[in-house]
């Protein structure tokens, strides 16, 4: 199975950016779909973008449409969400995903890294 750990979380005054950066591990990167969630105190878990295994098919939510972008490089074994123009309600921990290649289910989860916005 994949092992994944997130990087670049932080704190950020409302408008800044930040690019979170999801490193993989174990098996081989470029056979996952992949994804990125949130979670915010008190609130489920949910889904913010997706990616196929090439790299195609970029997908959002819309709280984010066109102010996050998600992309991977096969060859680092990363995937990258780029998030602009950042909000206070974008506050949450952030997880990166691996879907299952049999299921497409997100089955294999990081330790998450917090993102502040600050008003």
């Known amino acids: 199975q994949v092992q994944l750990r997130e990087f670049g979380g932080g704190l950020v005054q409302a408008g800044g950016s930040l690019r979170l950066s999801c490193v993989a591990s174990g098996r081989t990167f470029s056979m996952y779909s992949m994804g990125w969630f949130r979670q915010a105190p008190g609130r489920e878990r949910e889904f913010v973008a997706s990616?196929?295994?090439?790299?195609?098919?970029?997908y959002y939510d819309g709280s984010v449409k066109g102010r996050y972008t998600i992309s991977r490089d096969n060859a680092k074994n990363t995937m990258y969400l780029q998030m602009n123009s950042l909000k206070p309600e974008d506050t949450a921990v952030y997880y990166c995903a691996a879907a299952n290649p049999t299921t497409l289910q997100y089955d294999y989860w990081g330790q998450g890294t917090q993102v502040t916005v600050s008003s």
């Open positions: 990616i196929s295994w090439s790299g195609g098919s970029p």
